[in-house]
């Protein structure tokens, strides 16, 4: 049984940054892909970016690209995604999700079986 559990969310001045974790158990990841995904209110849930668990390839929506980062540690299996120069536009849930796969570049959410329970960011103007 594949769990996804997030923490690092919360309030933040525009301009600033915050990272966010995603502790993953329950099955050896070597074969998967870890996404990240959030969504606003009255929004849809929208790709943020994605990481091959080997090699470690990624691939990041225009909206993010060059102010996130995702990142994982194979020994504490989690991924991370580190949020830099934020928004007032970033604020939302946002979640962790996984799938067997090789390709980091597929950004629909249903591809994901597996999601965790999200973690709010604010940020604030």
């Known amino acids: 049984q594949v769990q996804l559990v997030e923490s690092g969310g919360g309030l933040v001045q525009a301009g600033g940054s915050l990272r966010l974790s995603c502790a993953a158990s329950?099955?050896?990841?070597?074969?998967?892909?870890m996404g990240w995904f959030r969504q606003a209110p009255g929004k849809e849930r929208e790709f943020v970016g994605a990481?091959?668990?080997?090699?470690?390839?990624?691939y990041y929506a225009d909206s993010v690209k060059g102010r996130f980062t995702i990142s994982r540690d194979n020994g504490k299996n989690t991924v991370y995604l580190e949020m830099n120069s934020l928004k007032s536009e970033d604020t939302a849930v946002y979640y962790c999700?996984?799938?067997?796969?090789?390709?980091?570049?597929?950004?629909?959410?249903?591809?994901?079986?597996?999601w965790g329970q999200g973690t709010q960011v604010t940020v604030s103007s």
């Open positions: 999700a996984a799938r067997v796969g090789s390709y980091a570049a597929r950004v629909e959410s249903y591809l994901y079986p597996y």
């Open positions: 329950g099955r050896t990841f070597s074969s998967f892909v």
């Open positions: 990481i091959t668990w080997s090699g470690g390839r990624t």
